[in-house]
């Protein structure tokens, strides 16, 4: 009589698995199990290649720099809440690697009617994890997505526009 239960059971669990997995499969918003990449990681970058998207262009700050003015570009400063109290690009909304999923999604959102991306950091690598997950959400194939090549650093270095203070959605203290 247990081993008829157990059999049961283990029927019903399969039956109830399989029924889920197809009804999953034929909605178009279900959870596609191949290619599934966390919306919250940074390292998502390599799928977005993988699909074909444009690759992200690497730009000097000096040429980067040429578009900050435009109404048509928005810049993002992926680096942590200090660095980008302590410094950052004029105009630049922060948008840290470790930040929600939520503040992604409000970053794609502020690219509406906008056909640049800037995206830098410590360094070119980590602006480019960013940059290649904000292009995936953003879902836009006229989106151009810039990095700056050294980052912050060598944005700095050049002696380009700078502020300081702290990012307002952060809640980063700021010392004076």
């Known amino acids: 009589m247990f081993g008829t239960i157990v059999g049961r059971a283990l029927c019903l669990l399969l039956a ?3 029924l889920g997995l197809a009804v999953n499969a034929a909605r178009p918003d279900g959870v596609r199990f191949t290619k599934f990449a966390s919306p919250n990681t940074c390292g998502a ?3 977005a290649a993988a699909a074909g998207a444009s690759p992200v262009e690497v ?3 000096a040429v980067a720099a040429s578009l900050c003015g435009d109404a048509q570009t928005l810049l993002a400063d992926v680096r942590p809440a200090d660095e980008f109290a302590e410094g950052h690009v004029t105009g630049a909304i922060h948008l840290p690697c470790a930040s929600s999923g939520s503040a992604a999604s409000a970053a794609v959102d502020r690219l509406a009617g906008r056909h640049t991306l800037v995206v830098y950091g410590d360094g070119t ?13 953003a879902g836009r194939a006229d989106l151009r997505v810039l990095v700056i090549e050294g980052g912050f650093a060598a944005w700095s270095r050049a002696g ?5 203070g702290p990012c307002p959605e952060c809640g980063v203290p700021h010392e004076h």
């Open 59 to 61: 730009l000097p700050p």
């Open 125 to 137: 690598e980590d602006a480019k994890l960013v940059a290649d997950e904000l292009r995936r959400r």
């Open 16 to 18: 109830g698995s399989a």
């Open 45 to 47: 970058g390599e799928a």
């Open 160 to 164: 380009l526009a700078c502020s300081s």
